[in-house]
């Protein structure tokens, strides 16, 4: 398995100009991973790539 410094983490276009007040994601085949971008070394969580793709959907109002 990955460490989360093996994944390519992306904040939002939607973060801001200092963009610290947003959660980062890293996309994988078997799951997607969240953490907070104001405190990288904290713990990420993993969420299936479904359950993302119906948070992203649901809350874009798609």
Do not use: Q
Not at 9 to 29: H, M, P, Q, R, T
Not at 39 to 53: I, Q
Request: glycine letters at 10%.
């Amino acid at each position: 398995m990955s460490t989360t410094e093996d994944l390519s983490w992306f904040k939002s276009s939607y973060s801001g100009g200092d963009g610290d007040n947003c959660i980062e994601v890293a996309l994988g085949a078997e799951a997607v991973r969240v953490r907070d971008s104001k405190d990288l070394d904290s713990d990420s969580f993993a969420v299936a790539p479904g359950a993302w793709a119906a948070f992203t959907a649901h809350v874009s109002g798609a």
